[in-house]
Each structure stands twice: as C-alpha cells, then as structure tokens.
C-alpha cells in the first residue's frame, strides 16, 4: 500500500513566500509532512530518495530564512532537489519526474527561476554560487544572497577546493552549508572525510549537541549587540574547522541538520550579520525517516511499496553491462596480479564493488576526483600495472586534460572502461555518454572500442588486458545487455578489425556499438522490401579497419554508419578515410546516423532514441532514402 499521507500545512504552501508568515513550531510540523511527501512522490515513480530526505528540515530552514528566488539557493549535483522543487511551486508535476517532458531529476534553469543553477556533475556550487555574489557586488539586481548547499561527498571534488580558496580571498559575501551526511553515493573516501568526521565524533561535538536546544536559542539576543560580538560567537560555536578558516571563511558549527531550532536561528543570524564568506558545517544523516539502514541510503530507487519497502523492478532478461564487465574483469584478474581496477566515488555504479570484494588491495576508488583518477592510473600504468579506469562517459570529460597530457602523449597503458556509453534514460542530458567517442577517438595513439553485445564486451575486456602498446578505451551502454551466450573467457580481438555480421547488396551497414541490434531489425523490415543490406560491426573507431571499410564501399552503391554519438565521432573518422582515398570520387553515397546537435531530456532509452532518429525504423528510411526508394511505399 502506498496511500497519500495527509500533509494539511505543506497543501497551504504554493512557494517559498508562504512560509514567511509560519511559526518555528509550523515549519518543524511543515518538515515533517514535507518528508511524507517525498517518500510518497518517489514510491510512485522511482528517482532519487535518501539525498533528499537528509535535507528536508535545512530545504524548509533555508527558504523560510532566505528569499528566493532573488536569493540563489544552488544545490550541489542536485540529487536532493525534490523537497527544494515541491515547496517552489512544482508539486503538482512531482509524478513526471524523470520521465519524458516531466520534470528534471535534477535543477534546471529552464524549469523554475527557483533553479538559478542547473547541476547533475559534482563538486560545482560554491564556484556558481561565487560567480552570483561576485555578480551582486558589481550591480546586478537580480541577486541577493548566494547560497551553495554542497555534500561532503562532493568536497572530494578538487573544483571545490579551488573555488573555495578564491572565495576566501576575495572576501565577498558567500554562504557555503555544508551537508555532511557521512556518505554521497558510496561511503565518502579520503582524508577530509576523516577531518570531518572528526570535527563532531569527540566530546565537544556532544556537548554542544546537548546544550543546543538551550543555547542556540539565545543567539539572536548577543547577535544584536552588533557584527564584532556576532563574529566572536560565531567563532565560540565552532570545534573545529581549522582547514576552513585557514581558507578565510568563517565557521560554525557542526549544527544538527535535522533540528529546526538550530538551523533557523543560526541562517537568520548568518543573513543579518554575515560580512563575508561563511561556511555553516550541518550534520544530517542520507536516507532521514525511511532508508537509514540500505547501503545507499536510498540514492537511487524503483518503484517502491512505502510499506514494504519492495521495489517494482521489472525482471531482468540478461546480466548488465556493468555486471558482465565487472565479472570479466574479476576473471582476468585471477589470473593475472597486475590487473587494479580504480573508480571516482562510483564503485557499485561501474561494478567495481564487485571487484572489490574479491580483490579488495587492488581496487581503489579515489572519491569524486576523476582528474586524480586518470593520473593516479597514468602512474600505477608507468609502474608496471595495468589499471582499469572505470568511469562513467559523462564523468570521463572532467578528466579529458589529464587524458591528453598524462595518458596519451605518453602512450601509457591505461585501460578506460568507459560506462554508461550513449543515452542513459531517467538521468537525461547530463548523464548521457555522448561525447566520448570522439574526444577519445581524437587522441593519437588511442585505441578505441564499443560493444555490440555483452559477449563482445567479454573479449574487449581480454583485449584490453593484452594490450600494452599504449592507451585503450572500451565503451558499452547502461542496463542490460540482449541474451547472447557468454564465452567462459574473452579472446583478445586483433586491434583495428571489425567483422562481417551478414552479406548482402547495394547499401552497407556499418555499426558501432549496441545500435547493431537496431541494424539488424531495421535489415528484416527491408528484406520485406526485398532489399538485403549487409551489416557489419566495426568494434573499432581508431584504428579503423581500413581493409573492410574499403572493401563495403567498393562493392555498395551507399555506405551508412551508425553510432551512439555526437557528430565528429566513428562517422567523421570513416568520412575522413574515405575522402582520403578518393572513393567519393566514384560516386559512393555514404551517410552517417549520429546523435542530434541537441541536448535530449529524460525518457526512457527508447523514447530517447526515438527522439534521436536512431530506432530500426529511422535505420530503415535512411537506407531508403539514400537509395532513392520512397519510404511510404507499401512493402512488398
């Protein structure tokens, strides 16, 4: 059962402004039904639970006190936005969350001037949240107070630290709260999550947290005594952030994250007194009032019974990509002691928690740093391992400069295993792995790879082990892969050749990547035309199979590839071979099916797809077009 709780305050609330005229007692009973509503609202759809419910009382705290949308609230990575969307007027759209034309997962400028920061990649709100304070000091009307809420998990992320820094020395008004939960996605790793978790584990944290009620009350009183009284409490609340205020900001705290009476009374004095960059430190706990005990706390959820708890997932047909990899990878490794697998703070997303537990001294996971991420491999490849980098598409483009640098020009061989390639579904634009193939394929001395299936990503893995002559990379899609029959062990495949799926005439069809089941659809809707195109499966981008590229359009009136890509990918490299050895001169007809020259919002991969022109029946009206064959002719 899954009923609507009964939320008879948070029904008054169209926004912000109608928490103004609340009791303090009426936003705690507001967090409360505030809560019931999320949890309800993600049982009916699925998305993102625990994130959300740990920032419930500092989401209703922070609009009470603040005034947006001239204050800009900006959210790191924008997992715990849903509370923050449902009491800024977007309540009623909560059950088209993540789904297409309904609501983003994430913020989104587009959707609500509440939203004045789109985030869904780590580590970015201090420095947007700069950007507006430093824009309200030169003028801009628009802006107020500049707010950034930023996990603990995300202060892994070295861009945090930069912006920090630069905050703290250009002294401007900035409010940073820190949401230290203990946890991102997975567990946080590093040395500021032990310095966090220090600051509160010792005696004076639990002192404070007892005498809270008491003495944060009274603040307001001494804070009135004016900005010089104000800094010396501020500063006699705190027990510790020494790093912080070496930075230049101000500290306080920790504060109880889930206590309405420190929050408000502690952001009411921030607003009145605040002279410069602050950093407010709230513990909460991820997952607060109903997934406190699952690993993830919630992060990413189904369907679910909110009185059971049972997710509604529908059955699984094959292994995941993620799974085969990860069990591929466990294989090599028994087999050979060189093999370290490394992720950025993903380790149950790309499988490597798989990996971890049967090899836990060779599996590192380096938090939300996938710049060190990619050196740190540069350097165990320099010391004779070999590292397997796994890392989403999307999440590899912030460590594209130390891929060219200290990867590439030094022909190291790093391994990238590259996740969630093409479009990813619910997660929309952001997440979507769009970009890779040809900021990979660009490099020299890059050997670039896609799987048609799970079974090819098996031997793509192998291939990767064997391979030592630099750089290689192998990208495959998220979910699950089409029920082919798996080898007991990979075969390493001979770098740059692709193979023959079926032989036939006229057009040529020249996949890379999982697009080759579309192919082969899209080929049996023509042969009821009585066309028989062939299809092949380059697996590779760089190096090209010359040889069977040249061959197909030699022996085709058209060549059409087709990818899970932006444009200037495995397309642009066969157009550039094909220019080069004068074959258009001979009258080829080539094409090229790419993703669009557009961002694409969340739908399911199939609806996302279909929006991209890249289903079977798109396949289908290209051959047909290039052919000069009507596509409303009825087939034969």
């Known amino acids: 059962m899954s009923d609507r709780p009964e939320t008879p305050l948070l029904n008054r609330i169209a926004g912000p402004a109608d928490m103004k005229g609340l009791s303090d007692f009426d936003l705690t009973r507001l967090a409360t039904e505030l809560r019931k509503e999320t949890i309800w609202s993600v049982s009916q759809t699925g998305g993102h639970l625990g994130a959300g419910l740990g920032v419930v009382e500092m989401t209703v705290a922070i609009h009470a006190v603040f005034d947006a949308p001239r204050d800009k609230l900006i959210w790191d990575v924008s997992h715990q936005c849903y509370p923050h969307k449902i009491l800024t007027g977007r309540r009623d759209r909560m059950l088209t969350i993540r789904q297409k034309d309904g609501l983003s997962g994430f913020t989104k400028r587009s959707e609500s001037p509440y939203d004045p920061f789109g985030a869904a990649h780590s580590s970015t709100s201090i420095s947007a949240a700069m950007g507006f304070a430093v824009a309200r000091d030169l003028g801009s009307e628009t802006v107020g107070d500049a707010i950034a809420v930023i996990g603990d998990g995300a202060l892994s992320g070295g861009m945090a630290y930069e912006a920090l820094n630069h905050a703290g020395h250009e002294g401007t008004r900035l409010i940073v709260i820190l949401n230290d939960n203990e946890m991102s996605i997975a567990p946080p790793v590093g040395a500021m999550s032990s310095y966090l978790s220090r600051l509160y584990a010792g005696q004076p944290f639990q002192d404070f947290k007892a005498a809270a009620k008491g003495a944060v009350r009274m603040l307001p009183e001494p804070f009135q005594e004016g900005a010089k009284r104000a800094k010396e409490m501020l500063k006699g609340m705190a027990v510790g952030g020494t790093l912080f205020e070496e930075l230049g900001f101000s500290y306080v705290g920790p504060i109880d994250g889930h206590d309405m009476d420190q929050l408000l009374s502690v952001l009411r004095t921030v607003k009145a007194r605040a002279d410069g960059p602050i950093l407010i430190h709230a513990v909460t706990q991820k997952g607060k009032g109903y997934a406190e005990d699952r690993p993830d706390r919630g992060h990413a959820t189904a369907k679910f019974d909110m009185i059971t708890g049972e997710q509604k997932k529908a059955p699984s047909n094959a292994p995941s990509y993620t799974k085969i990899f990860a069990q591929s990878l466990i294989k090599?490794?028994?087999?050979?002691?060189?093999?370290?697998?490394i992720t950025a703070a993903m380790p149950d997303g790309t499988g490597l928690d798989l990996f971890g537990d049967r090899f836990p001294k060779r599996t590192f996971d380096v938090g939300i740093a996938e710049q060190h991420g990619v050196t740190f491999c540069a350097g165990l490849a320099a010391g004779g391992m070999k590292p397997?980098?796994?890392?989403?598409?999307?999440?590899?483009?912030?460590?594209?400069?130390q891929i060219?640098?200290?990867?590439?020009?030094?022909?190291?061989?790093v391994r990238f295993a590259i996740d969630r390639a093409g479009l990813v579904g619910a997660d929309g634009a952001t997440h979507a792995g769009t970009f890779d193939i040809g900021y990979m394929s660009s490099l020299p001395g890059m050997v670039v790879m896609a799987a048609a299936d799970e079974a090819e990503l098996v031997h793509m893995v192998a291939t990767a082990v064997a391979h030592d002559d630099g750089p290689i990379a192998f990208r495959f899609p998220r979910g699950e892969g089409v029920?082919?029959?798996?080898?007991?062990?990979?075969?390493p495949l001979e770098i740059g050749k692709g193979r023959m799926i079926a032989q036939g005439e006229r057009v040529a069809l020249l996949s890379f990547g999982t697009r080759l089941e579309e192919v082969k659809e899209a080929a049996e809707r023509l042969a009821d035309r009585g066309l028989k195109p062939t299809i092949a499966d380059a697996r590779f981008a760089k190096p090209l199979d010359r040889d069977l590229i040249l061959q197909l359009a030699a022996d085709h009136e058209a060549l059409i590839t087709i990818e899970e890509g932006a444009i200037g990918g495995f397309g642009s490299h066969v157009a550039q071979l094909l220019a080069e050895e004068g074959v258009f001169d001979d009258g080829l007809k080539f094409r090229s099916m790419v993703l669009p020259d557009t961002f694409i919002d969340q739908a399911n991969p199939h609806d996302m797809y279909e929006i991209a022109a890249m289903n079977a029946e798109h396949i289908e009206a290209k051959v047909l077009n290039v052919l000069g064959v009507k596509v409303l002719e009825k087939r034969a």
Do not use: M, N, W
Not at 332 to 337: G, L, Q, S
């Open 483 to 491: 029920g082919v029959d798996l080898p007991e062990r990979g075969t």
């Open 404 to 413: 060219v640098h200290d990867v590439a020009i030094q022909r190291l061989p």
């Open 332 to 341: 090599e490794a028994e087999r050979d002691d060189k093999i370290v697998a």
């Open 388 to 401: 397997f980098c796994a890392i989403y598409s999307t999440f590899l483009q912030r460590g594209y400069d």
